[in-house]
């Protein structure tokens, strides 16, 4: 079993938005939301990143969140902080 360190980023994204209810057609949304998610970072990859928000001992992982790539802004290293998890 090997260990791998995970950073912790800040993410600042683009997502999509959606109404279940009416809306009168001029409160419509024409813009994507811009979003900020911390956590770490598991995976990277040319179609989308993956990463978590909390865990516990035990190695889970809580608030899994996958962006698809081109939503994607920028990805920001939080400077001094990793988690380091088990890799089977």
């Given at each position: 079993?090997?260990?791998?360190k995970?950073?912790?980023?800040?993410v600042?994204?683009?997502?999509?938005?959606?109404?279940?209810?009416?809306?009168?057609?001029?409160d419509?949304?024409?813009?994507?939301?811009?979003?900020?998610?911390?956590?770490?970072?598991?995976?990277?990859?040319?179609?989308?990143?993956?990463?978590?928000?909390?865990?516990?001992?035990?190695?889970?992982a809580?608030?899994?969140?996958?962006?698809?790539?081109?939503?994607?802004?920028?990805?920001?290293?939080?400077?001094?902080?990793?988690?380091?998890?088990?890799?089977?």
């Amino acid at each position: 079993m090997t260990r791998q360190k995970l950073p912790l980023v800040i993410v600042e994204w683009l997502d999509a938005n959606t109404e279940s209810g009416w809306t009168a057609v001029k409160d419509i949304k024409h813009e994507p939301t811009p979003i900020r998610t911390v956590g770490w970072l598991l995976s990277q990859t040319d179609k989308c990143l993956v990463m978590f928000s909390s865990h516990t001992d035990d190695g889970d992982a809580g608030e899994v969140t996958t962006i698809p790539a081109p939503w994607i802004q920028t990805v920001k290293k939080l400077r001094g902080n990793t988690l380091t998890i088990k890799k089977e």
